[in-house]
């Protein structure tokens, strides 16, 4: 069972254009973490949300953590060919506590942006 | 960005051979974790440490056996190796601040035949 969905699996678009990628998640998570990994590297983190309805800008890409902390989008404004890559998200697992050290991380969403 | 290097980076072995792969921070976290990434399955845990000589299984850890002497190195061991575990593998480091932000290595590429 995969505790994180992330939608859409694959988007293709011309730059210049917006888009939006969500994770969701039936369960409450207390953090969320976002990652883009470029083809033959690793994930880079790109932001962390803890509060739910907390809204987080890194220069063009505007992170929103859902009110009941089930669900989280990243959006792009005027995407570059430069945002190519695969867009993950992560988090600990509900019910984890302070004890655990894990993270759960959801499939991705693959977005290649043309020239 | 975080001091994580992985070696081999790329590997060819084949079907049985016993294969490690090692991952060495320099960050001195205390927390380090080995992932696969397969195709239509995303990164999965396969073991992680929290700390020297502290190891746990992760979702997929058949197969698998880890060792960390020391802070820096964390060692993933397939003692027989099986084409199924024809993967990328990434190694990835923790302080656990904030959500447990994990910082990961540039992957090794191994391919049994």
């Known amino acids: 069972t995969q505790l994180l969905e992330q939608s859409p699996q694959f988007l293709s678009i011309q730059e210049g254009e917006n888009l939006t990628v969500y994770c969701n998640s039936s369960s409450v998570f207390s953090s969320l973490q976002w990652y883009r990994q470029e083809p033959g590297e690793g994930p880079v983190l790109l932001v962390t949300?803890?509060?739910?309805?907390e809204v987080k800008k890194l220069k063009r890409l505007t992170f929103q953590f859902g009110d009941a902390r089930k669900d989280s989008s990243l959006h792009i404004t005027a995407a570059q060919p430069g945002d190519t890559g695969l867009y993950l998200c992560?988090?600990?697992?509900?019910?984890?506590?302070?004890?655990?050290?894990?993270?759960?991380f959801g499939k991705g969403t693959l977005l290649t942006v043309n020239p | 960005d975080a001091g994580i290097t992985q070696s081999p980076r790329h590997k060819v072995t084949e079907t049985g051979t016993p294969v490690t792969l090692r991952c060495h921070q320099t960050?001195?976290?205390?927390?380090m974790y080995w992932y696969r990434q397969d195709p239509g399955h995303g990164l999965r845990l396969i073991h992680y440490s929290y700390g020297v000589k502290d190891t746990d299984k992760g979702e997929v850890s058949d197969g698998y056996s880890v060792s960390r002497s020391k802070t820096e190195d964390f060692l993933l061991t397939l003692e027989s190796a099986t084409s199924s575990q024809t993967s990328v593998y990434f190694c990835?480091?923790?302080?656990?601040?904030?959500?447990?932000?994990?910082?990961f290595g540039p992957g090794t590429r191994l391919t049994v035949l």
């Open positions: 992560a988090g600990p697992p509900p019910g984890s506590g302070g004890s655990n050290y894990k993270l759960t």
């Open positions: 960050e001195n976290h205390r927390y």
């Open positions: 949300v803890v509060t739910g309805g």
């Open positions: 990835a480091i923790s302080d656990r601040t904030g959500g447990n932000e994990q910082f």
